[in-house]
């Protein structure tokens, strides 16, 4: 699983919460991420999820939370399209697809200004993405490194390999460029799977994918 082994820089943890960067150190200390090492020439934790038990609340207990998808709704309607749109090749339709039932998640009573706030930062639609595709069963890690830097996501499917890149401020053209010019495909090339590039700009203010640019 992708959330078994993440590092972490040390400096993560010493921010306030109003101004973390991402969700994981918050996953940490709600009980979802425990610490399973730390590199005291790097300073970096690597966490992982304590239990199976953990792991089944994340998906179900979590999600609902944090994004206000329901179980249930994913797995009977909209996971259907999802994945057949992706199986098909038809990345487009997919993300079509994504857009729509994003558009239609409720903001959680008791979040509104938490979830304005998080809403601005690219961690935020990474971990949603990351909880969609964990819904769905299929293999994805978030921040995933390679010589160019760190991709924000990588899903592989059984014939193919999707390389995403997320902005909220930036455009879906200027994401996609920033995966050919740092090289984030270049470590599946060889894998003999299709690789899929995927640009993705997100709405702050709807908290929904706006736009997207495909490349292979």
Same mark, same amino acid.
């Given at each position: ?65 944090? @994004?206000? #998808?329901?179980? =249930?709704?994913?797995? %009977? ?7 057949? $749109?992706?199986?098909?090749? /038809? ?37 949603? @993405?990351? #909880?969609?595709? =964990?819904?769905?069963? %299929? ?7 390679? $010589?160019?830097?760190?991709? /924000? ?46 640009? %993705? ?16």
């Amino acid at each position: 699983m992708s959330l078994d082994s993440l590092e972490v820089p040390s400096s993560a943890f010493d921010q306030p919460t109003e101004n973390m960067q991402n969700a994981l150190p918050l996953l940490y200390q709600s009980g979802y991420l425990t610490i399973k090492d730390y590199d005291r020439d790097l300073e970096t934790y690597t966490l992982s999820i304590p239990n199976q038990e953990v792991r089944i609340g994340y998906v179900r207990g979590l999600l609902p939370t944090y @994004t206000g #998808l329901d179980d =249930s709704g994913v797995q %009977v309607g909209f996971a259907a399209r999802f994945w057949r $749109a992706l199986k098909s090749g /038809d990345t487009d339709k997919a993300m079509r697809e994504m857009q729509a039932y994003m558009a239609g998640i409720p903001y959680v009573e008791g979040f509104k200004q938490k979830l304005a706030e998080a809403a601005t930062k690219e961690g935020f639609y990474e971990y949603t @993405t990351y #909880l969609i595709f =964990s819904m769905l069963n %299929v293999y994805a890690k978030t921040q995933v490194r390679c $010589a160019g830097g760190r991709v /924000d996501m990588v899903v592989w499917l059984p014939d193919s390999v999707y390389v995403f890149e997320l902005k909220v401020s930036g455009t879906a053209q200027e994401a996609l460029q920033q995966i050919d010019s740092r090289g984030y495909a270049f470590p599946y090339q060889s894998d003999g799977r299709r690789v899929v590039k995927v640009g %993705v700009r997100f709405n702050a203010d709807t908290r929904v994918p706006e736009d997207w640019v495909i490349a292979e």
